[in-house]
């Protein structure tokens, strides 16, 4: 199947860093990608939506300056943590979508740990 | 705004055991449902799919099933394994690709 390579997969920084996160669909081209944010003991909450080479679409209450995220090939999207402060530490894990056929298929990537200490 | 909630939190077995994870779900406009494995620290696996116009799906053990009307669909998991212990996710999916997950049930199954 489809793989989604994301890495880090686990990274820790000191509070006022900026931290990027890339997430490449290693052997298809995603039309869509989507990062997501998961707190302990918590569901995964979808931050933003990214196509390639336009603005990524934030969910209410995600702060698009704090959390860049650049898409600028079919097959690497970006998020970079700037400014990570220790309430930023999460799992943050991206997923990648793709037409196969007459349906959507999603890929997701491994997941990154980030620690800011 | 879609809300999806999973009983219970988390659930041990014994080995060899047939259980079920419910899933629930507020707005019953949902193009599918999903079902998904997160082991510790890892990404997300895709267990089952089931579209909106579909009543279950069965991979292997795993039989996944849909009711649209009264916002739940459950999953079957037969002659556990400790294998399958893991926490599983599902996930509601209204327009596009942009998933609701459900908080999980963690999953032991005890040897």
């Known amino acids: 199947g489809a793989v989604v390579s994301q890495h880090p997969s686990r990274v820790i920084c000191k509070s006022g860093t900026s931290v990027k996160i890339e997430c490449r669909s290693l052997?298809?081209?995603?039309?869509?990608m989507f990062w997501y944010r998961q707190f302990p003991k918590q569901s995964l909450m979808l931050m933003a939506t990214?196509?390639?080479?336009?603005?990524?679409?934030?969910e209410q209450g995600v702060e698009k300056d704090k959390f860049l995220i650049n898409h600028a090939s079919l097959t690497l999207s970006t998020l970079t943590v700037t400014s990570a402060h220790p309430e930023d530490s999460s799992f943050y894990i991206c997923?990648?979508?793709?037409?196969?056929?007459?349906?959507?298929?999603?890929?997701f990537g491994s997941g990154t740990q980030l620690s800011v200490l | 705004k879609q809300e999806v909630t999973q009983i219970p939190a988390a659930l041990s077995v014994p080995e060899g055991e047939n259980l079920v994870l419910n899933c629930s779900f507020t707005?019953?406009?949902?193009?599918?449902l999903q079902w998904f494995r997160q082991d510790p620290g890892k990404g997300l696996t895709s267990l089952l799919l089931?579209?909106?116009?579909?009543r279950e799906q069965t991979s292997g053990r795993l039989n996944a099933s849909l009711d649209k009307s009264s916002g739940r669909s459950t999953l079957y998991i037969a002659a556990s394994q400790p294998g399958d212990s893991a926490t599983y996710l599902c996930?509601?999916?209204?327009?596009?690709?942009?998933?609701?997950f459900g908080e999980g049930t963690q999953l032991t199954v005890n040897p």
């Open positions: 996930a509601a999916v209204i327009s596009g690709s942009r998933l609701t």
């Open positions: 990214s196509n390639e080479g336009s603005k990524a679409t934030y």
């Open positions: 089931i579209q909106s116009s579909q």
């Open positions: 707005d019953s406009a949902i193009y599918n």
């Open positions: 052997d298809f081209q995603a039309t869509t």
């Open positions: 997923s990648a979508s793709v037409f196969g056929g007459w349906e959507e298929k999603l890929f």
